[in-house]
């Protein structure tokens, strides 16, 4: 009952096969969307920058969403967005203009992308994440409920530099990435983290500022009591290496 | 203004006597409305699960919702909740699948429920509360802004071990419940906390990570001078003891 | 494409010259909106009280929006409120009743403001703000995302004091002022603070508990090396100094 038809689209609108659209949704002009992708109900999609406003010569960028995407209810999503394949979104999303995402991406309820940013393949992004202008993710990254990437070193200012995360990186909730800090490969950011100085590979970092504790190898699962990461040998479930498992998977790339 | 009949139902509804369903709300299948509620404009009540988008056989959820509650706009519920009498929510609030909530609960504003968790009576979740899975709460439990129960305790990973909070705990703003804790009953968790041991019965802690710094029975009032906790002593409104007082009305439990 | 004149309008409603009205909006009844404005599509103005539901007498508020103010979409805007000139807000703001807000300030996407709390001018609210009820903000305070006022001292109580900020203040991400704080002018709260003490004017305090680091005064930009604030001297983009710089701005007032 999702799906009667009550949707409106735009000018030079692109659907591909086998594609839903909710009701009430609205795809504003010069956009894409892959083949077999949903887009649920009271979704906006392509929504027109600010200039859209003021701006008599307004011209609305190229939106793109890949195939077999699920955006769920009530995400707004600006145009200037390129999506790769197997996107997800929660309820009531908002991602501003200009990022670049890559495939097997999710962003999580509520979440807001402020724009300008990349993510590279399978990044998670769960509820309530906000990812400030010029941020810039890798593969693998997961980012956890209420976790805020800044980018404006003496607030207020005109600069604005994005914090990075390298691949395979778990951002814990509630933790604030200071503006141009550099997390590396394999790095778990613990729970409530302010973190001011750049962290290593394979570091824990906890606390305020947030300081390494431990090499992540060194940290046990509370189930088995052996070491848990680096997690792609623990963790497989929508993975690419789900099948194969990790070693093997990794040796084909 | 708010209700001009511009509502959609599904199959198996149930409304009771005295609701008023807002405009453009969809109520989906197999769910109950008890009498004198009211659901504000622009709701979902039933959502259905992420099966319903691949399972061609999808089936739906019982969804009950208990007599006079006041669900406000634009929130959305999963199917499969229950809700005891005079339930309330906020705002843009989402519910997902399999929660059991007891009465005279409320869910504030933009406050995001991960589903399959237990909440006890006169639970008070504030604006923008995140509830992980697999959380329990007791009765007269307050949670305030911002806080967040988490579940896996090496993210990622397949474990999900919620939070527990005894009767009459306040977690207060900003706080992180960490996987697994078990909070005791009429305890005070500071603002800003990070909690990752078991919290005793009657102890306010704060920090992070979050220490036990004294008593509760200790703090004082800052108006009045005088100790002010165990607080169902002090405040009663909205309380089931607010004509006989915290005494009388517990010693008829 | 947004502006198809299928909104609703209450009684009593003053709408200005030039004022744009969004689809699915609806403006309830005693509002009046300032020439040159824009209300975008879903929006609610004049969201009306609690006692709505409850009470048969129910005498609506008069809520004012100010000239050339741009009000994004799926903002609920209480009854009561009133804004002076220029102001935005984001996408699915909350604004409970009975707040004052001076010209020129803006609220961003999903803040939550609880209401009966004061704002001077050019005040700007970044994303997800959680302004509890009896707040007090000065001209040009700058709040930044995830930031908490609150204003119970031992919750649960009657007691709600809100905290105070002064003119030219930057309250950064993740921090929470706790109930009754004041913090003075040109004050810089870092990055997830806990401030359970006043501040003092051109302060910058960090930590939980939030303690004075040092005078903003000695803060340097990492870009030149040279001291950044008071940041009126260094950032001007829509500040009302941004032509004549802020000492011969300041000269005049």
Redesign the interface.
């Known amino acids: 009952?999702?799906f009667n038809n009550k949707y409106?689209l735009?000018k030079n609108v692109t659907v591909g096969n086998n594609v839903k659209i909710g009701d009430?949704t609205?795809i504003?002009?010069n956009v894409t969307i892959g083949d077999n992708s949903?887009i649920s109900?009271d979704c906006?999609i392509g929504?027109?920058l600010n200039s859209y406003?003021t701006d008599e010569q307004y011209i609305q960028p190229i939106t793109e969403i890949g195939e077999e995407s699920?955006i769920r209810?009530?995400t707004?999503i600006y145009a200037g967005n390129r999506f790769g394949s197997r996107f997800q979104s929660?309820?009531?999303v908002?991602i501003r203009e200009n990022c670049i995402f890559g495939h097997s991406c999710s962003v999580g309820?509520?979440s807001?992308i402020?724009g300008y940013s990349q993510f590279g393949n399978y990044c998670?992004l769960h509820?309530?994440v906000?990812i400030?202008m010029n941020s810039k993710l890798g593969d693998f990254v997961?980012v956890?409920?209420?976790v805020?990437f800044?980018n404006d070193?003496?607030?207020?200012?005109?600069?604005c530099v994005g914090p990075q995360v390298g691949n395979y990186s778990?951002i814990?909730?509630?933790s604030?990435l200071?503006p141009g800090v550099k997390v590396g490969e394999h790095a778990?950011v613990g729970?409530?983290s302010?973190v001011s100085r750049d962290v290593p590979d394979y570091s824990l970092v906890?606390?305020?500022p947030a300081k390494k504790i431990k090499d992540v190898r060194d940290?046990k699962?509370?189930?088995t009591g052996e070491s848990?990461?680096p997690?792609p040998h623990?963790?497989s479930?929508g993975m690419p290496w789900s099948e194969e498992g990790f070693e093997e998977w990794k040796k084909n790339q």
């Open positions: 009952m999702k409106t735009g009430r609205i504003y002009d949903v109900n906006v929504e027109p406003y699920l209810s009530h707004i929660g309820h009531r908002t309820t509520v807001d402020q998670r509820s309530n906000h400030g997961f956890y409920p209420y805020v800044t070193p003496t607030p207020p200012s005109e600069s778990q814990a909730t509630m604030v200071l778990l729970a409530g302010i906890v606390g305020n940290v699962s509370r189930e848990y990461y997690w623990r963790f479930r």
